[in-house]
């Protein structure tokens, strides 16, 4: 590797990613790259840094594989399929990466995580410390860093239990850019203490203001969504309700699906008005993505759920040539899934809340701020409840509906079966009936062999 100094920050990046990210048979954690190299030292370069797209703005595409928003219409379709770790994942198979090695689901979040700390180590030496692009970068690392933390727990460790969660496995916990050190398993508790503090920095550091063209930033409504969003997935339904309040008074649009084009294959844009901040699902499992080939079908069950003057029929969903009912582009404006953070998740998560503290007319306020951009014209009759129980029926039935395909299925799935929802996904494949029950250990992905032979941590039971 060149050993003279690399001024460019675009140069040393792409070194350090070819060092990280494409070293075969090693995972990110085993990849040592040369501390030769000279670290950027400007706010330009550490944003730079943070702007790369192939390792933030990332989120794992084994819960999209793995949920039940979709089927595989047949065996020949599923045998069809070329990665092993696909089809593993559709069945919640125990060797799930069959030998596969550089999981991306694994080794993406730790690439970030290593680039933020890279960034946060720097700054200290960097030019323009305590001016407002200086904090924006360091509060912009700080939310990278909680984002990708928070990927790895919902992925690799059980649902947040607050009874348990002392005593959970978590996830190792990096928090500087050396990597020689050989890190345990935190304590899941310890895992959500580290990205919330985070979090909590990120808050008190980045602008108010959403960048309109730079989506791909975070922005003090993105780090009270992410809270929002967290805090969901913990059961802290007061605390999730709050952030989802101040996020909304930061930033509320609503797209009017009445002006989205029903027959578009890419329905939305990138800097679409609903988008806070920008992640996808990784490339990993290709095939997972590219469903205009029709291998995932979307469930009738859950089409069946959509009006006929629901807008959200036509302009999320369309056929395939082999005539199965695929979902369209989301708002990622491409054909990457979008999981990023956006505004009606957040209506969503208010009403959700508001349901469970048995203020139904609030939630059914939020529900209906949603549904009536979603209703062609003139045709929405407001949601109306008599009793919590039926308005948070309601609005997890609107959660599933709206948020199809954005990666949060299986992060729900995990919370609603530790809330006695009793949710047991199935599968029949060549006449073979595969069923996961709720709170299944294979709701937990094994970590990759490759990182346990390396590092020595513990594995997920399976």
């Not at 002392?166 to 935190?186: C, F, K, M």
């Not at 995990?414 to 709170?439: F, M, Q």
């Amino acid at each position: 590797m060149n050993r003279k100094k690399i001024k460019s920050a675009s140069v040393c990046l792409a070194l350090l990613i070819a060092a990280v990210l494409t070293s075969c048979k090693k995972d990110f954690l085993n990849v040592k790259p040369s501390t030769s190299l000279v670290q950027p030292h400007t706010i330009t370069d550490f944003q730079q840094l943070l702007s790369n797209t192939e390792v933030f703005n990332q989120t794992g595409a084994l819960p999209l594989a793995s949920s039940d928003e979709f089927i595989i219409p047949d065996y020949a379709t599923y045998q069809s399929l070329v990665q092993l770790t696909t089809r593993n994942a559709y069945t919640w198979e125990k060797d799930l990466y069959g030998g596969q090695g550089n999981v991306k689901d694994w080794n993406i979040p730790y690439a970030a995580i290593f680039y933020a700390n890279s960034v946060l180590d720097g700054l200290p030496n960097s030019d323009g410390i305590g001016t407002s692009e200086w904090n924006k970068t360091k509060g912009w690392a700080y939310f990278a860093r909680a984002f990708a933390f928070y990927d790895l727990a919902q992925n690799f460790c059980e649902a947040y239990d607050g009874n348990t969660a002392g005593n959970s496995p978590g996830v190792p916990l990096r928090l500087t850019s050396g990597i020689d050190e050989l890190l345990p398993r935190a304590t899941l508790q310890q895992t959500y203490d580290q990205l919330l503090s985070d979090l909590q920095q990120a808050g008190r550091l980045l602008p108010n203001n959403l960048s309109v063209d730079f989506r791909n930033q975070p922005s003090k409504a993105a780090v009270y969504a992410l809270f929002a969003r967290i805090y969901l997935s913990m059961r802290e339904y007061p605390k999730a309700e709050a952030y989802a309040d101040s996020c909304l008074l930061i930033y509320n649009k609503l797209i009017d699906y009445n002006t989205v084009s029903k027959t578009a294959s890419t329905p939305f844009t990138f800097s679409n008005n609903e988008s806070i901040y920008y992640s996808v699902q990784t490339t990993d499992l290709t095939e997972v993505i590219s469903s205009s080939l029709g291998r995932y079908a979307i469930t009738p069950e859950l089409l069946s759920l959509y009006d006929a003057n629901d807008l959200r029929k036509p302009i999320y969903f369309g056929k395939a040539a082999n005539g199965t009912t695929l979902r369209k582009r989301t708002y990622s404006g491409r054909s990457l899934i979008y999981t990023g953070l956006a505004t009606d998740e957040l209506y969503l998560i208010k009403a959700e809340c508001a349901a469970r503290r048995s203020a139904v007319q609030t939630a059914l306020s939020s529900l209906n701020t949603l549904l009536i951009t979603r209703y062609t014209s003139g045709t929405f009759t407001p949601r109306s409840a008599s009793d919590p129980a039926t308005a948070l029926a309601m609005v997890l039935t609107e959660r599933q509906k709206e948020l199809i395909r954005r990666g949060l299925r299986w992060s729900d799935l995990k919370r609603l079966n530790k809330e006695g929802a009793n949710i047991t996904i199935t599968r029949i494949l060549n006449g073979k009936t595969y069923t996961l029950p709720p709170n299944d250990p294979r709701y937990l992905f094994p970590i990759p062999d490759d990182e346990i032979n390396y590092s020595g941590i513990s594995q997920n039971p399976r």
